[in-house]
């Protein structure tokens, strides 16, 4: 039989430092996210960030959190739901990091009856700390703990013309009646030397303007040639002026240079730059969570107005709309009566 393991970042159990400290441990402490010695990672993470972080982070995500528990988690479960309306699969969700385990998604798959897994990464695009963090885990779980099941997994879906029509699609709804200055793709960041651990050919990546336009096998693990690929097919399909449409990365650690342009510096430039009508799209997701909701929705918003902006749009990300629903549920089909991977 066959089923299906969706898997998300995941989040804290409640918005309180108590909760959001063993989430970021776990979180911080995986080896593709501070990609540094253990004993150093050790010594970062718990004699320095876990010191003063949950605190901070549990006061973002109060700001955030709905009634119903973390909007990333919820959002996902909803997704779930309504995939599972469109196919004859068992479906599991999963979370990268926090209570809601790859273990139990698989095992919940196994007490069914599964003997083969589509793992979905719910990312659009390859990073090491994203994308890949969940193969690799979902195969530790699957060698150690359920070796009879068969996984295959599912490509980052970055250019795959469905998701790029739904995506394109869903900006379109969110730019309805808002008259804009200017669109900002801005994506996750990651460290510049990420780009260059994940390039099988150890010399193509170097990031330095052109190299993601040179045609190369390292596109297929390039985080960065991925975001820029994304905005310019939306770009193209929807037609926008290529002076109003940029791109750029949100969210760093201090200390290593990340993937540029940074977000809050571009809300500054566009602003001065008389950008008054902003909207903000953030592709990187395709569901709601701190960074989308927290990040942008909100500090960046006062970031923009601060600068001289005045009017903001965060452009939300595709959550459990049936258009994108429906996507995933033919992707999935696909699989289950072909064995084919359309993306």
């Not at 003063?52 to 006061?59: E, G, N, W």
């Not at 385990?101 to 390859?126: M, Q, W």
Request: net charge negative; hydrophobic share 40%.
């Amino acid at each position: 039989m066959k089923g299906v393991l969706l898997v998300n970042l995941g989040s804290p159990d409640s918005p309180t430092a108590k909760d959001v400290k063993p989430y970021l441990d776990e979180f911080l402490m995986d080896e593709r996210v501070i990609d540094v010695p253990v004993v150093l990672r050790n010594l970062l993470v718990r004699g320095i960030i876990l010191q003063t972080r949950p605190k901070k982070s549990a006061k973002a995500y109060s700001k955030i959190w709905w009634d119903e528990g973390s909007p990333l988690v919820v959002l996902s479960e909803r997704f779930a739901a309504k995939l599972r309306v469109h196919t004859q699969m068992p479906v599991a969700l999963g979370m990268r990091y926090g209570s809601m385990s790859i273990e139990n998604a698989l095992r919940e798959l196994s007490e069914k009856g599964v003997d083969e897994v589509l793992l979905v990464p719910l990312y659009p695009h390859y990073a090491m700390s994203s994308y890949e963090t969940v193969v690799v885990k979902t195969m530790e779980v699957q060698q150690k703990h359920f070796p009879n099941i068969r996984l295959t997994t599912l490509p980052a879906f970055y250019k795959s013309p469905d998701y790029i029509k739904v995506l394109s699609e869903s900006i379109a709804a969110g730019l309805k009646d808002f008259e804009y200055d200017h669109i900002l793709f801005s994506y996750h960041g990651i460290p510049e030397r990420h780009v260059r651990k994940s390039d099988p050919t150890k010399y193509h990546c170097k990031i330095d303007g052109s190299c993601c336009s040179i045609n190369s096998v390292a596109h297929n693990t390039c985080y960065r040639h991925q975001v820029y690929e994304t905005t310019e097919l939306v770009k193209a399909h929807l037609g926008l002026p290529a002076e109003k449409v940029s791109t750029s990365f949100q969210s760093r650690l201090a200390g290593d240079p990340w993937l540029k342009p940074y977000t809050d510096f571009e809300f500054e430039r566009l602003a001065k730059e008389g950008k008054k009508r902003l909207a903000v799209v953030t592709a990187a997701f395709v569901s709601d969570c701190l960074e989308t909701l927290e990040e942008i929705a909100m500090e960046g918003k006062e970031q923009f107005e601060e600068a001289g902006g005045e009017h903001y749009k965060h452009i939300p990300c595709l959550n459990d709309s049936d258009s994108w629903v429906q996507v995933m549920a033919n992707w999935v089909n696909e699989w289950q009566q072909n064995e084919v991977l359309p993306v």
